[in-house]
């Protein structure tokens, strides 16, 4: 899920600035409207996202589970008080709407990844933020979507490694231990070992990007990217 996929999705064929738009707009109005209908109206736009890219919501999902642990323990530790009531439901409530709505941006940027190229992705962020800013977001994104699911295959072959040495008998702190020292050390050998082969490639920090065109399709993707930006000027209006 956090790797581009080949298809021929209605996303796949937007033209990847007009995906950036509507994630940013999504974003924008994610943080800004925190009513239920607004949320309620946010989860079927995410939904539909995610159809537009051929992504299943419970594969979605599943893709973010690392996510999804911390956004399940910030309401419970937004209701704990240090005194009377000792437990506070209204701000559990609050944060929990506010975590949702964070794994709903979560969702819209999984649909996003799968069906947007790394150079293209790359492309799209250094056309729309002009100089060295640009080229320096675009080459870190470009780098973390390539590292991202190498680091995440080697931590998957530490915790195999350790189910066939009967390492699940451990105790769970001493597991998470070992696999945060071994998965950093896979981490640092990764850099390095990129580090190396950007050398040997002769790194360009300003390389010839794919083209880029707008067509037909990205009309409705720019004017929701529009209508949700624009929103988020009318926060007094309840929703």
Request: hydrophobic share 55%.
């Amino acid at each position: 899920m956090l790797t581009y996929v080949p298809d021929d999705t209605l996303a796949h064929r937007l033209d990847p600035r007009s995906k950036l738009a509507v994630q940013l707009g999504f974003a924008a109005a994610a943080l800004t409207h925190t009513g239920p209908r607004a949320t309620l109206v946010l989860t079927g736009l995410a939904i539909g996202m995610l159809a537009a890219a051929g992504v299943s919501p419970i594969r979605a999902v599943i893709a973010a589970r690392y996510a999804l642990v911390i956004l399940s323990l910030a309401p419970l530790l937004a209701a704990v008080t240090l005194g009377p009531p000792w437990i506070d439901i209204d701000a559990g409530l609050t944060t929990a709407l506010a975590s949702y709505r964070v794994l709903l941006v979560l969702l819209v940027s999984t649909a996003a990844v799968r069906s947007t190229r790394v150079r293209d992705s790359r492309a799209a962020i250094q056309r729309t933020i002009p100089g060295r800013p640009g080229h320096l977001l675009g080459i870190g994104v470009a780098l973390l979507f390539r590292f991202l699911p190498v680091l995440r295959a080697d931590i998957q072959t530490i915790r195999d490694a350790m189910a066939a040495r009967l390492g699940t008998r451990r105790r769970a702190h001493e597991r998470a231990e070992m696999i945060a020292l071994l998965g950093l050390s896979r981490a640092f050998d990764r850099a390095d070992r990129l580090s190396l082969a950007l050398r040997a490639r002769c790194f360009a920090w300003d390389p010839t990007l794919p083209p880029l065109s707008f067509s037909r399709l990205d009309v409705p993707a720019l004017l929701l990217a529009t209508t949700l930006l624009c929103s988020t000027l009318l926060t007094t209006i309840p929703l």
